[in-house]
């Protein structure tokens, strides 16, 4: 998938080459929020502030969303200047939402791209509607699951009808590495 990065954080790429990467600090949920979990923070106990505080500053939201990427390996990140912050997902790297309100309904990423083009769906191990894209795996929002034409013989999605598939292990049977764009 080719992003273009902001401006500053390849700068800060090219000045810094060498800075290493961090993980466990950001989280992905369900619905498409990201986490901050503050591992330094005094007192810090796992089971309590382990799932993070949602970031509300949409400008931080917005940058996380322009400089999210997947590795080689399908592990996903967010270049942060020249830091890679890995992200632990919840389900996808993408949560969809459904616009009815455009032409033939659209599907949107919880960054705000287009999906244009939908290659499998699956019923994932808790009811969940996943899917594979052209930007890679995803998930229906749970609340956008009623605006789909969804029923016995599947669903119907970006113009195009699917029979659902079992997915016990998302992992397994969604591609989580970088894949090309089509457009």
Same mark, same amino acid.
């Given at each position: 998938?080719?992003?273009?990065?902001?401006?500053?954080?390849?700068?800060?790429?090219?000045?810094?080459?060498?800075?290493?990467?961090?993980?466990?600090?950001?989280?992905?949920?369900?619905?498409?929020?990201?986490?901050?979990?503050?591992?330094?923070?005094?007192?810090?106990?796992?089971?309590?502030?382990?799932?993070?505080?949602?970031?509300?500053?949409?400008?931080?939201?917005?940058?996380?969303?322009?400089?999210?990427?997947?590795?080689?390996?399908?592990?996903?990140?967010?270049?942060?200047?020249?830091?890679?912050?890995?992200? !632990? /997902? $919840? #389900?996808?790297?993408?949560? &969809?939402?459904?616009?009815?309100? *455009?032409?033939? @309904?659209?599907?949107?990423?919880?960054?705000?791209?287009?999906?244009?083009?939908?290659?499998?769906?699956?019923?994932?191990?808790?009811?969940?509607?996943?899917?594979?894209?052209?930007?890679?795996?995803?998930?229906?929002? !749970? /609340? $956008? #699951?009623?605006?789909?034409? &969804?029923?016995?013989?599947?669903? *119907?999605?970006? @113009?195009?009808?699917?029979?659902?598939?079992?997915?016990?292990?998302?992992?397994?049977?969604?591609?989580?590495?970088?894949?090309?764009?089509?457009?």
């Amino acid at each position: 998938m080719q992003v273009d990065l902001d401006p500053s954080v390849l700068d800060a790429m090219r000045r810094w080459p060498n800075v290493p990467a961090v993980y466990g600090w950001l989280r992905l949920d369900r619905r498409g929020i990201w986490h901050l979990v503050d591992r330094s923070a005094a007192e810090f106990d796992e089971d309590r502030h382990g799932r993070g505080d949602p970031i509300r500053n949409r400008q931080i939201v917005a940058f996380i969303g322009r400089n999210y990427l997947a590795a080689d390996d399908g592990a996903w990140y967010w270049q942060n200047g020249p830091q890679r912050v890995f992200v !632990d /997902l $919840d #389900l996808t790297p993408w949560i &969809l939402r459904v616009r009815s309100d *455009l032409d033939g @309904g659209q599907l949107l990423t919880h960054t705000g791209l287009p999906i244009a083009r939908v290659d499998a769906a699956f019923e994932g191990p808790a009811g969940e509607l996943l899917v594979q894209t052209e930007l890679g795996p995803a998930a229906i929002h !749970d /609340l $956008d #699951l009623g605006a789909l034409e &969804l029923d016995e013989s599947g669903v *119907l999605l970006v @113009g195009r009808r699917f029979a659902l598939q079992r997915c016990d292990d998302p992992a397994t049977a969604l591609d989580f590495r970088p894949r090309p764009r089509s457009d």
